[in-house]
């Protein structure tokens, strides 16, 4: 599952609070992160799955939930079905 590695991104990387992460309709935009924050979090996870994310721009405007659903929607897209294994930074842990 993709939203812990996500959250532990935010927590450690972005210094966003973990309690934030309670409450189920969570904006992305409620995160505090700017919009280069948002850019560094996505491309680390596009890095690790070798793969771009479509319109990554898209998910400022997203509840988390809705944004890891759509992240992980594409990374099973890109791996045949599959969601690659990530650590808490973003890095592949497979070959």
Do not use: C, W
Request: aromatic share 6%; net charge negative.
């Amino acid at each position: 599952m993709l939203e812990p590695v996500i959250q532990n991104y935010l927590v450690r990387r972005a210094k966003v609070d973990p309690a934030r992460f309670d409450n189920p309709d969570l904006l992305v935009a409620d995160l505090g992160l700017d919009s280069l924050g948002l850019v560094e979090m996505l491309f680390e996870i596009e890095e690790s799955a070798g793969l771009q994310l479509s319109d990554p721009m898209r998910f400022q405007t997203m509840q988390f939930r809705a944004m890891v659903a759509a992240i992980e929607a594409e990374l099973r897209e890109h791996n045949g079905g599959v969601l690659p294994e990530l650590d808490a930074l973003g890095v592949s842990t497979q070959p």
